[in-house]
């Protein structure tokens, strides 16, 4: 009887035992898991932060050098045709009234030196644009759609909200500003499109960009498979992978395609002036 009751009791602690032992194993299992999770976590979020400064790096370089060469068109290119310009002004002065040739020559000469001006002053307002960092995004993109219908049989509509935009950091605003450049670009170049809408809107959470089109269309789906990569549609996810925007590309009724950009507004704005935009200022001036 005695020997039975030791036997149970020592069942009973080797129960307790294994429980205790299997608890304390799932136990470590789950925090080993835990643990293991919380650094995988960690480890991405290092690797996504990693990756978003190398684009932001990248991005930046790239406005840099854009800067860089809008500034040398300005000031080498521009100074040197506005002297080749003042040189042949006083040349075609010492020509004859009889050399009507020389003369014809001259003013042909004259008037494509004025126009490599202007193109080299329309360059470099495209490499920079300057009026993005004077008076908004309004102004900016009411600005580029005006070129681009100049001597086009293109229609470009745009709505820029029922109130006006408030300033945004040169960051997001840039970024706007580049990302309806380059849908805009490619509607026109990939599109076969004659209309162009364009959109602007904020509210308490997003600046909303609408870029839509009439032209042929293209398959969302193979836009999130990468196929039209060659669209410049992989700089534009760059772009708002670093501001934590996102967007959405939709066939339209009419045949055409949509897209829309959302980017997430920034709570603790700054009433301070954006940081200048200009080419030609290489430091920033505090006035």
Not at 36 to 63: G, V, W
Not at 79 to 104: A, F, H, P, Y
Not at 135 to 157: P, S
Not at 215 to 243: C, N, Q, T
């Amino acid at each position: 009887m005695q020997d039975t009751e030791q036997m149970k009791w020592a069942l009973l602690i080797g129960t307790l035992a294994m429980l205790m032992m299997a608890f304390f194993v799932i136990s470590f299992v789950l925090f080993y898991q835990k643990r293991r999770f919380e650094e995988e976590k960690k480890l991405s979020e290092i690797e996504k932060n990693h990756s978003r400064l190398l684009l932001d790096t990248a991005l930046n370089s790239e406005e840099t050098e854009r800067r860089r060469i809008a500034q040398d068109l300005h000031d080498d290119i521009g100074t040197m045709l506005s002297l080749t310009k003042l040189s042949l002004n006083q040349l075609g002065k010492s020509i004859g009234e009889n050399s009507e040739k020389d003369e014809l020559i001259m003013k042909k000469t004259q008037s494509l030196v004025e126009e490599t001006i202007l193109h080299v002053r329309r360059i470099t307002r495209e490499l920079v644009p300057t009026t993005l960092e004077r008076f908004g995004l309004t102004e900016a993109i009411d600005e580029f759609i005006h070129k681009l219908e100049e001597g086009n049989n293109l229609t470009i509509t745009f709505q820029p909200g029922s109130e006006e935009l408030p300033r945004q950091g040169q960051k997001i605003e840039l970024t706007i500003y580049r990302i309806m450049q380059e849908l805009v670009n490619n509607a026109i170049k990939h599109a076969n499109c004659t209309k162009i809408d364009i959109s602007l809107e904020m509210n308490e959470e997003f600046i909303g960009l609408r870029v839509s089109d009439n032209g042929i269309g293209f398959d969302p789906e193979a836009v999130k498979d990468g196929h039209l990569a060659g669209l410049g549609l992989l700089g534009i996810e760059s772009r708002l992978a670093i501001v934590n925007g996102s967007v959405q590309y939709s066939k339209t009724g009419n045949g055409g395609s949509t897209a829309l950009t959302l980017i997430p507004v920034v709570s603790e704005m700054s009433n301070s002036k954006p940081e200048p935009l200009h080419p030609f200022r290489r430091e920033r001036v505090n006035l």
